[in-house]
């Protein structure tokens, strides 16, 4: 390997165009003739060229070599473009291999290496573009390492045809992976254990799929375990019977995916002509399996079939379509007549998913005897019919478990807390028959069970449907919806159609007086904190769009019209797109879209997925599956935020008191074979017992590190000690991994807070909870440094919060105004003017010196990101300002001494932040500047620069015609031309002394830093 000669220009023609080392090839001239006076004293203008040729003649007959060159000579042109051609048809290189830039210690420009190889076995030529492979040193320097250089020498291993090189790289890294496993067992043992050769690639090939090629899903640790089992079950069928068995994994645990993932893998890995007939009982549930497995690829419209009727699935069937989606209610037939055969295949997996009740019955005894020698599997969120172990009869035994608390702990879904909120008019029958519940799951009742409904059960629906009851009802949604702590989306779960539409038009109505209410009280309130905190709610409410979402069936016009009610508009809303295409269900899926409750009775209760639903408001009947799939609505987990809150859990509203059945529900079908002593859904009581624990152990800990806050709430004006709350966070800030756990602390109890929302407030607890965010508030003035007033605003509306409530059971709430304000000015700073000699002197007299250093390095530190942001240059203060930080952190400075370095530190900041002034540049031209400047210029230099720095930002943003054009970046001819206008405005103003070599890399620094602005659309570039 050899250097190149960076610094050799202008070697005399006449020296060298009879050597044979250097002419065999061609010889690089100027890219004019020189005039005949000066016709021998011609000069190679660069010696790059040169140099290669002499390698290329210096080869032995299976001589080899390489020479590391700089990016320019890849793309010569001109007589050193006619060299390269020539050596390419000689057949005399081998590979090219670009280098990322700064891989040298004396100068930073890219480069690519050349290798040579004479006795070349064809004539193919291998690139390797390794610009983003490297080793980061120090800011300025790089380099490979051992394996990046293995990484890429494998390549051209495998380009020659040596398998065995990557087959011992890859088992070598295996073997090293494999040890570390070990060594770290404990931490590690479920990685381990994925890492099994034959596991991960099983993961690999079977459980990572593409929904609309845009994201990439991959299973989770019960989806690959429970797809597995079912999959080892598939392969003895014929042990089995027919009989694969029972896939529960709870609701909002991706069980529609690993139905995916299972069909996929039976597809890949085993020979037959299989064929999946999809069984779900709700139209918009087969829509959605449908959709998922067409946008995942795993089957083409061609192949999968959604028939009408039965004697079209029999067609579609003996077509082997590949997939079949279709409803348990396609097999209805007339009764006293034999069920015809549909198919007499036994390579069918039928999958029934979430068809409960329709299993048992005559439906499903008609699908067994049409497709008598399927295989036949249920997918299912909640075990079918619970723990008198029927499903053995119908599917052989669970294949694979993942229960509600399992998935909780697991983080698949968010936790289940419930509040029971009965009014006082409701009268409790604990005997209701089950045809009643059975009558009630089914949306679209017929005119016999309607009828059934409302003579055989009218006095439960006289009690349900009252209408004072559900006026109480709408009145406490109203309080209760824009009071919660996390601001998900809402659904309210009404006894039928009818109640649906009510419970909405009340609502609204009541809705829009509170809102007046409100205003009323706002101009009334001598308290700006109230004030605050009521146009706060005031701004949500406004933003709030409401539905009611039910089925459509016919003649309901009429219907509702004999009830009093208009369905035309909310049937028109149902059905309308909006000026996005989007229809209601997208709307309410999206996390930012304003329609945020929604009234229902059936619809969207099972197979519906929408993040952000947080609260449930049920005054329905329910029990067994059905109430488990309900109350699973509020499961999801997101990572949506409303107003920086953060869904932690889902929440269930009871006013029918439903969750006298959720005991039994949560044994029958949330437990699992074991049974849990744990209820997995809890009463929200037990949050604020919670909470009361966090707050205690937070006070404890504060507690041994001389943060008495036990005392401070002692005080009858806690607030207005800000002189302890000072001290306090001097003490905190003294040490960072103090900070960071008392940030842990009130992180959880403010979760937690937020969770209780808002039957929480009026509690002593609530004190507590603003004296831990009134205090961290304080820290991250300085820490982040936020305007105190805001934090001081946001503990004042948490306190003024209280709630006095009058009486429960009618739901009457009055809110208490609390009057009092809290004010602290943070410091502010400004950089062109800070006198660091007051600085100085301020700091040697100060009480609170951890307050001060945080201060002034917080400051820093947000100065600087500013600066880094203008200037690409200025990377160098990031890495000294790291080692100021990391050297006190270590104790090799005292609090003086970490003051004093912080100080100077900004005194040079200070003096950068004002050089584009003293250069008379704008910022971006003193970042052009920095990049093109060299060491130890002239003052004629330095302005010929500054110049260049000008007319380059001049030419890419004012000329005509447009240079960078939009999106640029993103095409290699339009790349080239951007290129090229660089380099031709550099060469028209960088001064003479720039050589050839120096010019290359400066056209190749502004240009990457260019492309790098651009990629993440920053500054003038983008």
Not at 454 to 465: D, M, N, P, R
Not at 660 to 681: C, I, S, T, W
Not at 708 to 723: M, N, P
């Amino acid at each position: 390997m050899a250097n190149p000669p960076f610094n050799v220009d202008d070697v005399s023609l006449s020296s060298v165009e009879k050597d044979i080392r250097f002419n065999t090839h061609g010889i690089p001239r100027n890219k004019s003739k020189a005039p005949k006076a000066e016709q021998g004293k011609e000069t190679v203008p660069n010696a790059n060229y040169l140099w290669i040729n002499l390698f290329a003649t210096s080869l032995k007959p299976e001589g080899r070599a390489a020479l590391v060159m700089a990016n320019s000579a890849s793309d010569a042109r001109h007589s050193e473009a006619e060299i390269r051609r020539t050596l390419i048809e000689r057949n005399l290189i081998y590979g090219m291999l670009t280098l990322p830039s700064n891989m040298f210690y004396t100068v930073t420009l890219p480069a690519t290496l050349w290798f040579f190889d004479k006795a070349k076995p064809d004539d193919s030529i291998l690139f390797i573009d390794a610009r983003n492979i490297f080793t980061q040193i120090d800011r300025a320097h790089r380099e490979f390492s051992e394996e990046q250089i293995q990484n890429i020498a494998v390549i051209s291993h495998l380009r020659k045809g040596r398998r065995d090189e990557f087959i011992r790289l890859v088992d070598s890294y295996f073997a090293a992976g494999m040890e570390k496993l070990g060594e770290n067992r404990d931490r590690v043992g479920p990685v381990a254990g994925l890492c099994a050769p034959e596991k991960l690639l099983d993961y690999v090939e079977n459980f990572i799929i593409f929904y609309k090629e845009s994201q990439k899903i991959i299973a989770q640790n019960h989806q690959f375990i429970g797809v597995n089992k079912a999959y080892r079950e598939f392969q003895r069928r014929e042990e089995k019977r027919g009989k694969l068995g029972v896939f529960w994994h709870t609701q909002g645990s991706g069980k529609s995916f690993s139905m995916i993932f299972y069909a996929r893998k039976i597809f890949r890995r085993l020979t037959g002509n299989f064929t999946f007939v999809v069984i779900t009982d709700r139209d918009d549930l087969d829509g959605q399996i449908y959709r998922n497995f067409l946008n995942t690829g795993t089957v083409q419209k061609s192949e999968a079939a959604q028939p009408k009727n039965s004697e079209e699935m029999r067609r579609f069937l003996g077509q082997n379509k590949r997939l079949v989606f279709t409803l348990i209610q396609k097999f209805r037939w007339p009764k006293g007549q034999e069920y015809p055969l549909l198919s007499a295949r036994d390579d069918i997996i039928v999958i029934v998913d979430e068809a409960h009740r329709t299993q048992y019955e005559s439906l499903a005894e008609n699908m067994r005897k049409g497709l008598p020698n399927a295989n036949y599997l249920a997918f299912t969120g909640t075990p079918l019919l619970g723990r008198d172990r029927k499903t053995n009869e119908w599917f052989g035994d669970y294949v694979s478990e993942y229960n509600f608390k399992q998935s909780m702990d697991d983080g698949a879904t968010v936790p289940l807390f419930y509040e029971k909120r009965v009014p006082e008019v409701t009268i409790q029958n604990e005997d209701l028959s089950e045809e009643f519940y059975e009558i009630l799951e089914d949306e679209n009742l017929d005119d016999t069970q309607q009828a059934k409904l409302e003579k055989k059960f009218a006095q439960e629906l006289e009690v349900i449907k009252r209408d004072d009851r559900l006026e109480t009802i709408a009145k406490d949604i109203v309080y209760h919806f824009p009071r919660r702590g996390y601001l998900g989306k809402g659904l309210m779960i009404a006894v039928d159609k009818f109640t649906a539409v009510k419970m909405y038009d009340k609502t609204q109505r009541l809705w829009k007086e509170e809102l007046r209410n409100l205003q009323g009280r706002i101009s009334q309130s001598a308290s700006d904190i109230e004030k605050a905190r009521l146009k706060k709610i005031v701004e949500y409410m406004r933003a709030v769009q409401m539905a009611v979402v039910i089925s459509e069936e016919a003649g309901e016009e009429e219907k509702f019209k004999k009830q009093g009610l208009d369905i035309k508009p909310h049937r028109a809303r149902m059905n309308q797109l909006d000026e996005h295409g989007h229809d209601i269900e997208y709307n309410f899926k999206d996390a930012e879209h304003p329609l945020q409750l929604v009234f229902v009775c059936a619809m969207w209760l099972t197979g519906f997925d929408a993040q952000t639903v947080s609260t449930l408001y049920l005054d329905k009947p329910m029990k067994d599956h059905t109430l488990m799939q309900t109350i699973a609505r509020a499961n999801r987990v997101t990572p949506h935020q409303v107003n920086g809150v953060t869904k932690t859990n889902g929440e269930i509203v009871d006013y029918y008191n439903v969750f006298r059945n959720m005991k039994k529900a949560l044994r029958d079908y949330a437990q699992g074979q074991e049974g849990l002593e744990e209820v997995p859904v809890r009463e929200k009581a037990e949050l604020f017992a919670l909470l009361d624990d966090a707050v205690e152990q937070g006070l404890t800990f504060c507690q041994e590190k001389d943060v008495d806050l036990r005392a401070l709430l002692e005080r009858r004006e806690v607030f207005k000690s800000i002189e302890q709350f000072k001290l306090y966070a001097d003490t905190l800030l003294g040490n960072d991994e103090w900070r960071k756990a008392f940030n842990v602390y009130e992180n959880t109890i403010s979760s937690l807070y937020e969770a209780c929302k808002p039957e929480i407030l009026g509690r002593d607890v609530v004190r507590s909870v603003a004296v831990f965010q009134y205090l961290r508030g304080v820290i991250d003035s300085i820490i982040e440094q936020q305007d105190i007033g805001a934090v001081s605003l946001r503990i004042g509306q948490l306190l003024d919060e209280s709630v006095v409530v009058n009486d429960a059971e009618a739901f009457t709430r009055q809110d208490h105004s609390a009057e009092y304000q809290i004010i602290k000015r943070g410091k502010i700073w400004d950089l062109s003017k800070i006198n660091f000699e007051k600085l100085k002197e301020d700091f040697q007299h100060a009480e609170y010196k951890n307050i001060e250093i945080a201060d002034l390095r917080a400051f820093i530190q947000r100065k600087l990101e500013q600066m880094l942001q203008q200037n690409v240059t200025r990377a160098d203060f990031a890495q000294r300002l790291r080692q100021i930080v990391d050297k006190y952190n270590a104790g090799g400075s005292s609090t003086e001494n970490y003051f004093e370095e912080l100080m100077n530190f900004a005194k040079e900041m200070q003096a950068e932040d004002e050089r584009s002034v003293r250069e008379g540049l704008t910022e971006d031209e003193l970042e052009l500047f920095d990049l093109l400047k060299k060491e130890k210029m002239t003052q004629e230099e330095t302005q010929k620069v500054k110049l260049a720095a000008k007319s380059l930002l001049h030419r890419l943003l004012e000329a005509r015609p447009k240079v960078l054009v939009q999106d640029w970046h993103k095409d290699s001819q339009t790349q080239k031309a951007v290129r090229s206008e660089v380099e031709k405005a550099l060469d028209e103003n960088l001064p003479e002394s720039y050589d050839r070599v120096l010019f290359r890399q400066k056209c190749d620094n502004v240009f990457e830093m260019m492309l790098d602005y651009a990629n993440n659309g920053l500054k003038w570039v983008a």
